[in-house]
């Protein structure tokens, strides 16, 4: 019989992914952690509210915020999507020695107040900040955990030895690094870098060793088509989906493109099926 605690995580991570073990999650906390100036390219999409609904309404399956944005558009996250708070950030406004560290901003309790389906935080593996952010994370887990809440893990290597030894982030061998970290952790879904190619991506997961990888989207494409290619090399490589935020919010119409995401995502569409099929190419 498993324990109550189990049973909470497995029905919270089911408010996420679909019956395909696949999910679409909206990331709104760009406001925080890049600044305003991210939702200059569609200004409107500044109101919480405004993007919240338009998201939902196209289908999403979750949106993520951080709590205090949680606490003022928690309420259009309608019934069954998933609500993911992340409980650590920090702010571009930081001098450069302390980019690499997030700091906690809120507690266990209030995602749980927040009516949260799922709590994240991110870990920087290979910051010189590293060890905070593994306590951050192992307190939050182990807390979460014991309340049948599942634990998102942001796990985004960065650090000077990285950037000596491989010269990108987004290098494999540094990836299935952090996502490696992230499982042993103790983390029940794992957010990433795109690797570059399906083949890498896909050792990626293999070194996740079953906690469900998602792709931690990016920049804005100039193409849509581009980004959902990149979605499309995540989910035959094995991975559970994308969270995804500018390239969602920082489109003219970013429904459409929900849409075409979650044809890739749940249908196995090929990216440039699905853009026709929602008249964005
Ligand atoms: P995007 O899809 O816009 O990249 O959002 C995902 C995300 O992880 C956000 O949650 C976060 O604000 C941002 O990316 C972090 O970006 P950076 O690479 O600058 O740390």
């Known amino acids: 019989m498993d ?13 996420f992914f679909r019956r395909d073990g696949r999910a679409l999650i909206f990331a709104m906390d760009h406001g ?9 390219p569609v ?37 069954d999507r998933g609500l993911m708070v992340k409980l650590t950030s920090k ?7 302390g980019k690499l560290l997030q700091s906690q901003l809120g507690y266990v309790e209030d995602a749980v107040k927040l009516g949260a389906d799922a709590i994240a935080a991110t ?9 905070v952010m593994m306590r951050q994370f192992a307190e939050i887990a182990g807390y979460a955990h014991d309340l049948g809440f599942p634990v998102v893990q942001f796990a985004y290597p960065r650090g000077p030895y990285i950037t000596e030894k491989y010269g990108r982030k987004e290098d494999y061998r540094v990836v299935m690094y952090g996502a490696r970290a992230a499982a042993e952790s103790g983390a029940d879904m794992i957010k990433t870098y795109w ?27 100039e193409n849509p088509v581009d980004f959902l290619k990149v979605v499309y090399g995540v989910v035959e490589a ?26 890739v995502i749940h249908r196995n569409e090929e990216p440039e099926e699905a853009a026709k099929a929602e008249g964005i190419i």
């Open 238 to 263: 094995g991975g559970a989906g994308a969270v995804v935020g500018r390239n969602i919010f920082q489109r003219e119409n970013p429904e459409p493109m929900i849409r075409a995401l979650l044809r």
């Open 32 to 40: 925080f952690e890049h600044g305003p100036t991210d939702f200059e």
């Open 3 to 15: 324990a109550y605690q189990s049973v909470g995580i497995q029905r919270r991570m089911r408010r």
């Open 195 to 221: 690797t570059g190619s399906r083949e890498t991506f896909a050792k990626v997961v293999d070194a996740a060793a079953g906690v469900p990888v998602l792709l931690s989207g990016g920049a804005k494409t």
């Open 91 to 97: 702010t571009s406004l930081r001098p450069k020695d």
């Open 43 to 79: 200004w409107e999409h500044i109101k919480p509210h405004t993007i919240v609904r338009k998201v939902v309404r196209a289908g999403i399956d979750g949106v993520m915020m951080l709590p205090g944005m949680a606490r003022l558009a928690a309420d259009e996250v309608k019934g």
């Open 123 to 131: 870990v920087y593996w290979g910051s010189p900040a590293e060890d």
